[in-house]
């Protein structure tokens, strides 16, 4: 009998599934840098049953790799080398809602727009958004502690976070923090799964804290003269109006949403664009603060969407952006400094990328209010891909050097997974590392929970995180 075999046998109600159509659908993520090659795909029902397989998976040594919507940058959700994918794709449920403690518990399977619809069915909001909403799920924000659009105002995935009910590498069900404002008794466990990339454990439930919806808000364009105007119109707005949202993208990146479909926002071109969103300033307000910057010379063009179909095609202008490059096979970098650093370390970065990179197209993009850049390169149509990454990573260890300097981090919000493993080491300590091991041991002594990924158990970096 093959350990499949056996898995069946003992969890007989398990959905198991092995066409060549599903491995490669389930095996791979956005990233389209590995041949999956996984060795089928569990979609469980329940906690009970991702216990049995993780059980299962400790007896036999199978490698497992948790999965939600795989829209990961990073690889973190790939299988490519024999593991057992686990799909939380059926457990995609609201378990219920506590109108006191104002806390919505899920299925990890669940997808965050689904999530905003609940919390919507409530009157609250569930803060946490960005583009994939559609097709991501809580438990992969979760993994990553997923930020996005509105970090600016209501932080990352972790602020959000109430309880989760988790199954360790070892098979045990761990019910962390259970929902309490208040708990200080010893390590707050929760926060140590939260960003762990599924390699502590497999987050099966979890208790969203949901807020009050925002007064009526309004989205604004504006276009920008220079790259150094941008944290002076950050600064400037975020003085004036309660900003939830503050995005840019440089001509480059109009350039491609406009080619994949979205609307020209101005008859003039510019070379900056901030995509921007306030909530309860009035019109004039708003109308006052634009006025003020194109006084200052820090805005040469700008519009306020005057209904929600306007404000959508703003929108379209920054969220479109990923999609409008994927054909083009990016090589991402997701970086973060502290937003008081981000002058100087910009001005660094936009010198060493111009020198690094005469001959690719370079699009800029992210949330600069969070300290937080997306630096897409893309692939010239004629160059192989490995060549390329290879040219890549060698930057991407130039800009490493440059984030140790200015106390940065190598990923903001997608992660580490495969593609950002050989630079971990560039923004954390020896001791840092050494620590991490030890925690991942701790939780995963056997190594089935998504190994190769974030870091290697045993200190080296396989070749598994590198190969093209
Ligand atoms: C975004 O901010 C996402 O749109 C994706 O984090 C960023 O594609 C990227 O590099
Ligand atoms: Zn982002």
Same mark, same amino acid.
């Given at each position: 009998?093959?350990?499949?075999?056996?898995?069946?046998?003992?969890?007989?109600?398990?959905?198991?599934?092995?066409?060549?159509?599903?491995?490669?659908?389930?095996?791979?993520?956005?990233?389209?840098?590995?041949?999956?090659?996984?060795?089928?795909?569990?979609?469980?029902?329940?906690?009970?049953?991702?216990?049995?397989?993780?059980?299962?998976?400790?007896?036999?040594?199978?490698?497992?790799?948790?999965?939600?919507?795989?829209?990961?940058?990073?690889?973190?959700?790939?299988?490519?080398?024999?593991?057992?994918?686990?799909?939380?794709?059926?457990?995609?449920?609201?378990?219920?809602?506590?109108?006191?403690?104002?806390?919505?518990?899920?299925?990890?399977?669940?997808?965050?727009?689904?999530?905003?619809?609940?919390?919507?069915?409530?009157?609250?909001?569930?803060?946490?958004?960005?583009?994939?909403?559609?097709?991501?799920?809580?438990?992969?924000?979760?993994?990553?502690?997923?930020?996005?659009?509105?970090?600016?105002?209501?932080?990352?995935?972790?602020?959000?976070?109430?309880?989760?009910?988790?199954?360790?590498?070892?098979?045990?069900?761990?019910?962390?923090?259970?929902?309490?404002?208040?708990?200080?008794?010893?390590?707050?466990?929760?926060?140590?799964?939260?960003?762990?990339?599924?390699?502590?454990?497999?987050?099966?439930?979890?208790?969203?804290?949901?807020?009050?919806?925002?007064?009526?808000?309004?989205?604004?364009?504006?276009?920008?003269?220079?790259?150094?105007?941008?944290?002076?119109?950050?600064?400037?707005?975020?003085?004036?109006?309660?900003?939830?949202?503050?995005?840019?993208?440089?001509?480059?990146?109009?350039?491609?949403?406009?080619?994949?479909?979205?609307?020209?926002?101005?008859?003039?071109?510019? $070379? #900056?664009?901030?995509?921007?969103?306030?909530?309860?300033?009035?019109?004039? +307000?708003? &109308? !006052?603060?634009?006025? *003020? %910057?194109?006084?200052?010379?820090?805005?040469?063009?700008?519009?306020?969407?005057?209904?929600?179909?306007?404000?959508?095609?703003?929108?379209?202008?920054?969220?479109?952006?990923?999609?409008?490059?994927?054909?083009?096979? $990016? #090589?991402?970098?997701?970086?973060?400094?502290?937003?008081?650093?981000?002058? +100087?370390? &910009? !001005?660094?970065?936009? *010198? %060493?990328?111009?020198?690094?990179?005469?001959?690719?197209?370079?699009?800029?993009?992210?949330?600069?209010?969070?300290?937080?850049?997306?630096?897409?390169?893309?692939?010239?149509?004629?160059?192989?891909?490995?060549?390329?990454?290879?040219?890549?990573?060698?930057?991407?260890?130039?800009?490493?050097?440059?984030?140790?300097?200015?106390?940065?981090?190598?990923?903001?919000?997608?992660?580490?997974?495969?593609?950002?493993?050989?630079?971990?080491?560039?923004?954390?300590?020896?001791?840092?590392?050494?620590?991490?091991?030890?925690?991942?041991?701790?939780?995963?002594?056997?190594?089935?929970?998504?190994?190769?990924?974030?870091?290697?158990?045993?200190?080296?970096?396989?070749?598994?995180?590198?190969?093209?």
């Amino acid at each position: 009998m093959t350990p499949l075999d056996e898995l069946a046998r003992r969890l007989p109600e398990l959905v198991l599934r092995t066409s060549a159509s599903d491995l490669e659908h389930y095996g791979r993520d956005w990233t389209r840098r590995w041949t999956p090659s996984p060795l089928a795909i569990a979609l469980p029902s329940s906690s009970q049953e991702v216990q049995g397989i993780v059980r299962w998976a400790n007896e036999h040594r199978v490698a497992l790799v948790p999965s939600g919507g795989r829209t990961g940058l990073s690889g973190g959700a790939v299988a490519a080398n024999g593991e057992l994918v686990v799909s939380l794709e059926k457990m995609n449920r609201a378990l219920g809602f506590d109108p006191v403690d104002r806390i919505l518990t899920v299925q990890a399977g669940m997808a965050l727009e689904a999530v905003h619809a609940a919390a919507q069915a409530q009157g609250l909001i569930y803060p946490v958004d960005f583009a994939a909403r559609g097709s991501c799920s809580i438990g992969g924000n979760i993994a990553t502690n997923a930020g996005g659009i509105r970090v600016v105002r209501y932080g990352n995935t972790r602020e959000w976070i109430a309880g989760l009910t988790v199954v360790t590498g070892t098979g045990e069900v761990l019910e962390l923090n259970r929902g309490l404002v208040k708990n200080s008794s010893g390590y707050d466990l929760r926060q140590l799964l939260i960003g762990a990339e599924g390699t502590l454990g497999i987050v099966v439930e979890a208790q969203l804290r949901l807020t009050d919806p925002p007064p009526a808000s309004q989205v604004m364009l504006l276009a920008l003269p220079s790259f150094e105007a941008l944290m002076q119109v950050f600064a400037q707005l975020r003085a004036r109006l309660t900003l939830s949202a503050f995005e840019f993208f440089t001509d480059r990146a109009l350039h491609h949403v406009i080619a994949h479909g979205a609307q020209r926002p101005f008859g003039e071109e510019y $070379p #900056y664009y901030v995509v921007t969103e306030f909530d309860g300033d009035s019109p004039e +307000a708003a &109308l !006052a603060a634009f006025e *003020a %910057l194109v006084e200052a010379g820090l805005a040469v063009d700008g519009a306020i969407a005057q209904s929600q179909a306007q404000a959508a095609a703003l929108w379209r202008l920054r969220e479109g952006i990923t999609e409008s490059l994927a054909r083009h096979l $990016p #090589y991402k970098n997701d970086v973060s400094v502290r937003i008081g650093t981000m002058p +100087a370390f &910009l !001005a660094e970065i936009q *010198a %060493l990328l111009g020198q690094e990179y005469p001959h690719f197209e370079v699009v800029w993009f992210g949330h600069i209010g969070d300290g937080n850049l997306h630096i897409n390169v893309l692939k010239p149509e004629a160059m192989e891909n490995a060549d390329f990454v290879r040219e890549c990573g060698r930057v991407t260890a130039l800009l490493a050097q440059v984030l140790l300097r200015h106390g940065g981090s190598i990923s903001a919000e997608h992660g580490i997974g495969l593609v950002k493993k050989p630079y971990l080491s560039s923004t954390r300590t020896p001791a840092e590392l050494a620590l991490m091991r030890g925690v991942r041991r701790v939780f995963d002594p056997n190594g089935i929970l998504n190994p190769h990924k974030l870091f290697d158990a045993d200190g080296s970096v396989s070749v598994y995180g590198e190969t093209a």
